[in-house]
């Protein structure tokens, strides 16, 4: 069974900080990762979704990277800032259906001003 | 972008009671649709996978009893929850998905429902 692992669980950085997040995963076999963005209580909210082929996708200050070999994939975010305050949750898919998707715990990211 | 929304956003019932939460995704026809459930500090769990038209695909674990899923049409599914206790309390999320012309499988997440049995 896939098990997908994020962390830190929670982190506090000041604002203009560049920062790291981690996602492992234990079946390389991926079909795709992607990231997302949860806001309290809210749904979540797409970031960046990478191909099992790709290495890496960029959408603004916002890097994400995957090495399928390893079961790592890891978002950089650039010159962070207040409004980036959310938990960030990562998903693998094995396949094409939707009873493949593995989400993780999330990490919780507080910027502070 | 393709949206999805739920309804309620959140409600609060007896224990005892049954609760139905709409999933609708308003500018597409969502050809699939899935319901997660997510518990405090926990990760999304799927719970069921549905199709339009037919009958819905639970994950291992989830009582179909007493989690009924419609999908209806091409837009609507609701889940229900029936005779709810406390251990039902959760974030219940609806994602929708289409493969009509060709689209891809790309999932999109409705804002959730926030479910509390007293």
């Known amino acids: 069974k896939q098990e997908v692992t994020q962390i830190p669980a929670a982190l506090s950085v000041p604002e203009g900080e560049n920062l790291v997040l981690n996602c492992s995963f234990t079946d390389s076999a991926i079909y795709n990762l992607q990231w997302f963005r949860q806001d309290p209580g809210k749904g979540l909210t797409s970031l960046l979704l990478i191909q099992s082929s790709q290495r890496e996708q960029t959408s603004g200050r916002l890097n994400a990277s995957l090495d399928k070999s390893s079961g790592r994939s890891t978002l950089y975010i650039a010159a962070s800032q207040p409004g980036d305050s959310a938990t960030y949750l990562c998903?693998?898919?094995?396949?094409?259906?939707?009873?493949?998707?593995?989400f993780g715990t999330g990490t919780r990211l507080t910027v502070i001003p | 972008g393709a949206v999805v929304s739920q309804h309620p956003s959140w409600v609060i019932c007896k224990s005892g009671t049954s609760v139905k939460i709409e999933c609708r995704s308003l500018d597409f026809q969502a050809t699939t649709m899935f319901w997660y459930r997510q518990f405090p500090k926990q990760s999304l769990m799927l719970m069921a996978t549905s199709n339009e038209g037919s009958k819905a695909t639970y994950e291992q674990g989830v009582e179909k009893d007493k989690f009924l899923i419609n999908h209806a049409s091409l837009t609507l599914s609701t889940l229900t929850v029936t005779s709810a206790h406390p251990e039902d309390s959760s974030f219940y999320i609806c994602?929708?998905?289409?493969?009509?012309?060709?689209?891809?499988?790309?999932?999109?997440f409705g804002p959730g429902t926030r479910l509390t049995v007293l």
């Open positions: 994602s929708a998905s289409s493969w009509l012309a060709g689209v891809t499988d790309t999932q999109y």
């Open positions: 998903a693998v898919r094995l396949g094409a259906g939707a009873n493949n998707l593995f």
